[in-house]
């Protein structure tokens, strides 16, 4: 490349032969267009380097006026670059299509003598054009005359042909006949027909018609036996039917006969379906990929049956259809009267044909996914489905009379309907079975001599899991019938009662419902269910309580979200669930704390009615039914604590496990009333005890409890200390008797304050119990506080 100048040359001289050689290349490529119209487009600006009205002086001008030296200097060096840049490129331009330039002249040079030739050409041509045109105008002239006369002799000569083709009609018929080129045969006869019809009056035309009548007959013999031949196939079937329609044979018997010779095909396929049916019922499992004894058939499973009756039942069917609608319903060339009447009568007897074998067909694929109603995989089932559905929507197509379809979707969603089923009783015998776990659970802590819902927490857990993934196994099976690539799963009749009412309600919420009924059966005390260990019912209450706090939220949510459930108005709402959850819970607890509540009482009232209160001894020690009282209650204590929080308590006294009876000094009082007590008093003491209880609080005992531990503790303590209040007052005290029930309340006091919510509720009661024994003691001289602490602190 030639090195550049270091001083630029004069503006305008450098501007006009950059633009002459921009100019060259433009015109050698073809861009003068688009130059012109980017020019139009340009701006008119002088200064505009890129221009086409750009002024190299007024340019300098500006630039002289607007600029700095610095800023001047730095312009030509980046003008000084460009232009390098520039000549570089058209140098490169220049070097690299140097060869297409000298093609180009090539070609032109030879399409110069390509055109001179073509030229001579065309003149030869039109001189050869007038020779022909004056050549015909002579021949048109001489023949003029006798145009005439040959016209005439032309057609005699047609019609001597034809009257040659109708004497040897005959002949050439039994020709066709004996080669069984019948279809040859029946367009000689259809062509002359309409002319022995015509002439049939002329005795010639009349014995003709008569050969060719007789010969006829024995065709249509011919082509009833090929067509009654169980070896012909579709094609010859169709050419028979064909031909004898040409030869004028009545259509509706032609109807009957080509739908009975296609029901011995179509039945044999049926009985291939059945003859699969029999052996499954008989007990043969299918085994994949088994291809059976030679001839002897092997069990099909779903899919593999659904395939044969597809490909085999449902192709013959569609074969059968055309074919009968091409033949006699969709015929051509038949007149408008006639082809209205056999479209009637051809339409009506093909849908009773389709509709009886068809039913059928329904049948036996009914009965056969009804086989896989146990089944633990839905893969081949839903996959067997598609493909019943996909085939069947070709014969609807084929004849929209027979609705397959709608009766192919109604299987569809029977069949999905009853999975849903299945799938809601498996649910139904996992949660039974996960009761008999934790039951066995618990019975195998007690026989290992551990304290009975130690593990309680984790039985929680275990089951709770289990449940909610067996749930999600569940769904995450039945969503195989809603994949996107499953035909009858994108439609609105099967989607939307498939995923809401079967799915969501029939499924999920019944499943749901259920399980909270048979939590509540626990608490009606009836069947196997009235012998439940009360940490089992405990554990059912904190497993509905989470299931109303966090799982059935979840449950729906999911549910919902896969299914794509849109449609709220008709599905149970999530509060109702939530609500009965809360309300098992409620009643699940309720009971635990009537259970275990009772359980305690009961060892209170033997203990209360099982001794000798006039004849027993000075008290010693606490008796030994009320350290087994605090026992029990601590080992519920513990076991509540594991599934509920501990609750709010009220503020305890700092004197709350030290107070002796009688209590405070308004009791003192009220003792040394009692012990001063005879028989000739004037006060009725039943009035002062009566007095005393209108100052006390009144005690709920069998309220509903709250889900906390302190509550719960609270209701059972409530229920035992009731109970042995009711057996005091049922018996009579001496002296003795009278100051172990003191030590037994105080025992009592000692421990059990620090398990309910309110300590002076276990006050209130053991002041109740201990002012019933007072009021029934024949000597009511109470023991002394001091001696009653020594003795609960030695027990």
Same mark, same amino acid.
């Given at each position: 490349?030639?090195?550049?100048?270091?001083?630029?040359?004069?503006?305008?001289?450098?501007?006009?032969?950059?633009?002459?050689?921009?100019?060259?290349?433009?015109?050698?490529?073809?861009?003068?267009?688009?130059? $012109?119209?980017? $020019?139009?487009?340009?701006?008119?600006?002088?200064?505009?380097?890129?221009?086409?009205?750009?002024?190299?002086?007024?340019?300098?001008?500006?630039?002289?006026?607007?600029?700095?030296?610095?800023?001047?200097?730095?312009?030509?060096?980046?003008?000084? @670059?460009?232009?390098?840049?520039?000549?570089?490129?058209?140098?490169?331009?220049?070097?690299?299509?140097?060869?297409?330039?000298?093609?180009?002249?090539?070609?032109?040079?030879?399409?110069?003598?390509?055109?001179?030739?073509?030229?001579?050409?065309?003149?030869?041509?039109?001189?050869?054009?007038?020779?022909?045109?004056?050549?015909?105008?002579?021949?048109?002239?001489?023949?003029?005359?006798?145009?005439?006369?040959?016209?005439?002799?032309?057609?005699?000569?047609?019609?001597?042909?034809?009257?040659?083709?109708?004497?040897?009609?005959?002949?050439?018929?039994?020709?066709? !006949?004996? *080669?069984?080129?019948? $279809?040859?045969?029946?367009?000689?006869?259809?062509?002359?027909?309409?002319?022995?019809?015509?002439?049939?009056?002329?005795?010639?035309?009349?014995?003709?018609?008569?050969?060719?009548?007789?010969?006829?007959?024995?065709?249509?013999?011919?082509?009833?036996?090929?067509?009654?031949?169980?070896?012909?196939?579709?094609?010859?079937?169709?050419?028979?039917?064909?031909?004898?329609?040409?030869?004028?044979?009545?259509?509706?018997?032609?109807?009957?006969?080509?739908?009975?010779?296609?029901?011995?095909?179509?039945?044999?396929?049926?009985?291939? #379906?059945? #003859?699969?049916?029999?052996?499954?019922?008989? =007990?043969?499992?299918?085994?994949?990929?088994?291809?059976?004894?030679?001839?002897?058939?092997?069990?099909?499973?779903?899919?593999?049956?659904?395939?044969?009756?597809?490909?085999?039942?449902?192709?013959?069917?569609?074969?059968?259809? +055309?074919?009968?609608?091409?033949? /006699?319903?969709?015929?051509?060339?038949?007149?408008?009267?006639?082809?209205?009447?056999?479209?009637?009568?051809?339409?009506?007897?093909?849908?009773?044909?389709?509709?009886?074998?068809?039913?059928?067909?329904?049948?036996?694929?009914?009965?056969?996914?009804?086989?896989?109603?146990?089944?633990?995989?839905?893969?081949?089932?839903?996959?067997?489905?598609?493909?019943?559905?996909?085939?069947?929507?070709?014969?609807?197509?084929?004849?929209?009379?027979?609705?397959?379809?709608?009766?192919?979707?109604? !299987?569809? +969603?029977?069949?999905? %309907?009853?999975?849903?089923?299945?799938?809601?009783?498996?649910?139904?015998? %996992?949660? +039974?079975?996960?009761?008999?776990?934790?039951?066995?659970?618990?019975?195998?802590?007690?026989?290992?001599?551990?304290?009975? =819902?130690?593990?309680?927490?984790? &039985?929680?857990?275990?089951? +709770?899991?289990?449940?909610?993934?067996?749930?999600?196994?569940?769904?995450?099976? &039945?969503?195989?019938?809603?994949?996107?690539?499953?035909?009858?799963?994108?439609?609105?009749? /099967?989607?939307?009662?498939?995923?809401?009412?079967?799915? @969501?309600?029939?499924?999920?919420?019944?499943?749901?419902?259920? *399980?909270?009924?048979?939590?509540?059966?626990?608490?009606?005390?009836?069947?196997?269910?009235?012998?439940?260990?009360?940490?089992?019912?405990?554990? #059912?209450?904190? &497993?509905?309580?989470?299931?109303?706090?966090?799982?059935?939220?979840?449950?729906?949510?999911?549910?919902?979200?896969?299914?794509?459930?849109?449609?709220?108005?008709?599905?149970?709402?999530?509060?109702?669930?939530?609500?009965?959850?809360?309300?098992?819970?409620?009643?699940?607890?309720?009971?635990?704390?009537?259970?275990?509540?009772?359980?305690?009482?009961?060892?209170?009232?033997?203990?209360?009615?099982?001794?000798?209160?006039?004849?027993? !001894?000075?008290?010693?020690?606490?008796?030994?039914?009320?350290?087994?009282?605090?026992?029990?209650?601590?080992?519920?204590?513990?076991?509540? =604590?594991?599934?509920?929080?501990?609750?709010?308590?009220?503020? %305890?006294?700092?004197?709350?496990?030290?107070?002796?009876?009688?209590?405070?000094?308004?009791?003192?009082?009220?003792?040394?009333?009692?012990?001063?007590?005879?028989?000739?008093?004037?006060?009725?003491?039943?009035?002062?005890?009566?007095?005393?209880?209108?100052?006390?609080?009144?005690?709920?005992?069998?309220?509903?409890?709250?889900?906390?531990?302190?509550?719960?503790?609270? $209701?059972?303590?409530?229920?035992?200390?009731?109970?042995?209040?009711?057996?005091?007052?049922?018996?009579?005290?001496?002296? /003795?008797?009278?100051?172990?029930?003191?030590?037994?309340?105080?025992?009592?006091?000692?421990?059990?304050?620090?398990?309910?919510?309110?300590?002076?509720?276990?006050?209130?009661?053991?002041?109740?119990?201990?002012?019933?024994?007072?009021?029934?003691? #024949?000597?009511?001289?109470?023991?002394?506080?001091?001696?009653?602490?020594?003795?609960?602190?030695? =027990?």
């Amino acid at each position: 490349m030639a090195a550049a100048p270091e001083s630029p040359p004069p503006p305008g001289e450098d501007d006009g032969r950059r633009r002459k050689r921009h100019g060259m290349l433009k015109l050698y490529y073809g861009l003068q267009a688009e130059s $012109g119209a980017k $020019g139009a487009a340009a701006t008119t600006d002088p200064c505009d380097i890129n221009g086409a009205h750009f002024k190299p002086e007024v340019y300098l001008q500006r630039l002289m006026q607007e600029k700095s030296l610095n800023e001047l200097m730095d312009k030509e060096r980046d003008m000084v @670059r460009q232009i390098r840049s520039l000549d570089s490129d058209m140098q490169t331009l220049v070097y690299e299509n140097y060869n297409k330039f000298i093609s180009a002249t090539d070609t032109i040079r030879k399409m110069k003598n390509d055109f001179k030739k073509m030229e001579d050409e065309m003149d030869r041509l039109a001189t050869n054009m007038e020779s022909i045109t004056e050549f015909s105008a002579r021949i048109s002239g001489t023949l003029q005359d006798r145009r005439q006369q040959i016209t005439k002799l032309s057609g005699v000569h047609m019609l001597l042909k034809k009257l040659q083709f109708l004497f040897e009609l005959p002949a050439r018929l039994k020709k066709c !006949i004996e *080669m069984q080129a019948y $279809g040859q045969a029946v367009r000689y006869y259809t062509k002359a027909r309409t002319v022995l019809d015509q002439y049939q009056h002329m005795p010639s035309f009349h014995g003709i018609r008569e050969d060719c009548s007789v010969i006829v007959a024995e065709l249509c013999v011919k082509l009833r036996e090929q067509f009654k031949n169980k070896e012909s196939d579709a094609h010859q079937l169709a050419e028979c039917v064909d031909l004898l329609l040409q030869l004028k044979e009545p259509a509706d018997e032609l109807c009957d006969e080509f739908l009975q010779h296609a029901r011995h095909k179509v039945d044999e396929d049926l009985r291939m #379906l059945r #003859l699969q049916l029999q052996m499954l019922e008989e =007990g043969q499992v299918p085994s994949p990929g088994d291809p059976g004894d030679g001839d002897k058939p092997h069990p099909m499973d779903v899919l593999e049956f659904t395939d044969t009756g597809c490909n085999v039942f449902l192709s013959d069917m569609c074969l059968v259809i +055309a074919s009968y609608k091409d033949l /006699f319903i969709n015929r051509p060339g038949t007149g408008v009267q006639e082809q209205a009447y056999l479209e009637k009568v051809a339409n009506q007897k093909l849908e009773v044909f389709v509709n009886s074998l068809m039913g059928q067909y329904f049948s036996y694929v009914e009965q056969r996914v009804q086989l896989e109603k146990e089944s633990s995989d839905n893969t081949l089932l839903v996959r067997a489905l598609d493909r019943f559905h996909r085939r069947l929507q070709a014969v609807e197509k084929l004849l929209p009379e027979t609705e397959s379809t709608s009766s192919a979707t109604d !299987i569809v +969603a029977k069949m999905a %309907h009853d999975r849903v089923i299945h799938y809601s009783e498996a649910l139904r015998r %996992h949660f +039974a079975d996960c009761l008999t776990d934790v039951r066995q659970s618990l019975a195998a802590s007690r026989s290992l001599s551990k304290q009975e =819902g130690s593990n309680l927490g984790d &039985l929680l857990q275990t089951t +709770a899991t289990s449940i909610l993934d067996q749930l999600k196994t569940v769904l995450s099976d &039945l969503r195989a019938f809603i994949e996107s690539d499953i035909t009858f799963a994108m439609q609105p009749y /099967f989607r939307e009662p498939f995923c809401v009412q079967d799915v @969501r309600e029939g499924l999920v919420v019944g499943f749901l419902k259920h *399980m909270f009924t048979t939590c509540s059966e626990f608490c009606e005390g009836s069947g196997d269910k009235s012998s439940a260990p009360p940490p089992l019912i405990l554990l #059912l209450s904190r &497993l509905c309580l989470d299931y109303d706090m966090t799982t059935i939220s979840y449950l729906i949510s999911l549910t919902d979200e896969q299914f794509l459930v849109e449609d709220k108005s008709a599905v149970t709402p999530l509060s109702e669930l939530c609500n009965l959850a809360k309300d098992t819970a409620q009643k699940l607890l309720d009971h635990y704390v009537k259970v275990q509540g009772l359980t305690i009482s009961q060892m209170l009232r033997k203990s209360v009615e099982t001794r000798d209160w006039l004849n027993t !001894i000075e008290p010693r020690n606490v008796r030994a039914v009320m350290k087994r009282v605090v026992e029990d209650v601590t080992a519920i204590d513990s076991q509540v =604590g594991l599934l509920y929080e501990e609750g709010l308590r009220k503020a %305890h006294s700092s004197d709350s496990s030290k107070r002796t009876f009688p209590y405070s000094s308004s009791r003192q009082n009220q003792r040394s009333q009692w012990s001063s007590y005879a028989p000739s008093s004037n006060m009725d003491t039943s009035l002062m005890s009566n007095i005393q209880k209108l100052f006390s609080e009144r005690i709920e005992i069998f309220s509903a409890v709250d889900f906390s531990k302190v509550s719960v503790l609270t $209701g059972i303590i409530k229920i035992s200390l009731k109970t042995f209040l009711e057996c005091v007052r049922l018996r009579t005290f001496a002296r /003795f008797g009278l100051q172990q029930i003191q030590v037994d309340c105080h025992y009592l006091q000692m421990y059990l304050w620090r398990f309910v919510s309110d300590e002076n509720l276990v006050h209130t009661l053991l002041d109740e119990i201990v002012g019933s024994a007072i009021h029934r003691c #024949l000597d009511p001289v109470t023991m002394e506080p001091s001696v009653i602490e020594v003795i609960c602190d030695r =027990g």
